[in-house]
């Protein structure tokens, strides 16, 4: 990565403590960065520790039942698990933002969007009401929504799925973020939207120069957006690399399933592959490397030794040193 570094995700430990004195490692000593104007995806199946990663960026984890257990979230330099709660609001909403899956679970039904977005800004920024009015109409035509001057008026339940999810942007961008942290947001979405708002994120991500951190479970969705890769499994990186190394060349036999199982025109028709088995409980995880009951390639030390990230140069890293070790005969 050639940009300079504006998030760095060093060594992330986030623990969850539950009955029995058990403890479920959801996060499990993980590392990523963001450049300043670059999309990052963090890829991986449901459960494999991805919103408890961007939760933690933003100081959402509730401890207890949750810990940070170890790590660092460098943001433009400063440690933000060093933060106090009151610097760190300074930041949330302001200079990070987050859009979530659900956009009717995070806006509030009861009152109009425009002072939704209002209120969004005016949290951050000194600002009249007339100012304050223009800014909000040009978010909403920002983000493709039609009349947006009318549209200030609407409740959540009267947009459709897709606008309600435009709106989410427009109060992501209200106050200029410069990193916008997206934690499945086309998930709830039918495909033709799905594809209109990653289209939508492109445009605004260049327009307002910000860096993305995206968050998805569809590897379909990363060739999309992703100018890098973080393939997470069960708490840990499995995979990096620009996502061409990703989609072309894939040296984790996680990341090989995951585009296995992706629909592709070549394989219509066809039943699709599936990984076989499921993400294990993070109280519980297998020894070695974690991936290894599922794996084709797994052999005896994979069920004892935790696996070594390998390197394959300009950036592309794989935490299998088994493939590893075949590629280099
Ligand atoms: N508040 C919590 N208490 C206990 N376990 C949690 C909590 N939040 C998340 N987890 C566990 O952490 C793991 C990772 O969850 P999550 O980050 O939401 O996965 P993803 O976003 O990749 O689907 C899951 O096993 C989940 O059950
Ligand atoms: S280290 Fe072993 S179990 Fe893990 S991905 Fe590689 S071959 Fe499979
Ligand atoms: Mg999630």
């Known amino acids: 990565m050639n940009k300079e570094i504006l998030l760095s995700v060093d060594n992330l430990k986030v623990h969850f403590h539950g009955a029995e004195n058990s403890v479920a490692k959801a996060v499990d000593g993980v590392s990523f960065e963001v450049g300043r104007e670059e999309t990052v995806c963090l890829v991986g199946e449901s459960g494999c520790g991805k919103t408890v990663s961007a939760l933690s960026i933003l ?4 401890q207890p039942p949750g810990e940070i257990a170890g790590g660092r979230i460098l943001f433009a330099g400063e440690d933000l698990l060093q933060l106090e709660e009151e610097d760190l609001q300074h930041i949330r909403g302001n200079r990070i933002a987050m859009v979530f899956q659900e956009p009717l679970t995070s806006l509030n039904p009861v009152f109009k969007i425009g002072d939704q977005i209002g209120e969004a800004i005016r949290i951050h920024k000194k600002i009249d009401e007339d100012a304050l009015h223009r800014r909000c109409v040009q978010l909403l035509t920002d983000v493709g929504i039609p009349s947006a001057e009318e549209r200030l008026n609407a409740y959540p339940h009267e947009l459709s799925g897709g606008q309600r999810q435009r709106v989410m942007i427009a109060m992501a961008l209200a106050c200029d973020p410069e990193l916008v942290i997206a934690d499945e947001p086309t998930t ?6 799905q594809a209109q708002i990653l ?3 492109g445009a605004l991500q260049q327009k307002h120069r910000m860096s993305v951190l995206y968050i998805t479970h569809d590897l379909g969705v990363v060739s999309a957006v992703a100018d890098r890769v973080y393939v997470m499994y069960a708490g ?3 995979e990096q690399g620009k996502t061409g190394h990703i989609f072309g060349n894939a040296k984790h036999p996680y990341t090989q399933g995951l585009l296995a199982s992706l629909p592709t025109r070549a394989k219509r028709g066809r039943r699709l592959y599936s990984i076989p088995g499921t993400v294990p409980d993070p109280a519980h995880k297998p020894p070695g490397c974690p991936f290894h009951p599922r794996c084709p390639h797994a052999v ?15 950036g592309h890293q794989a935490r299998c040193p088994v493939l590893f070790a075949r590629d280099r005969k």
């Open 236 to 238: 840990i990186i499995a």
């Open 300 to 314: 005896q030390s994979c069920r004892e030794q935790y696996p070594q990230m390998c390197d394959y140069g300009g």
């Open 59 to 62: 100081g959402l984890i509730n």
């Open 188 to 193: 709830a979405l039918d495909v033709t939207v």
């Open 199 to 201: 289209k939508l994120f």
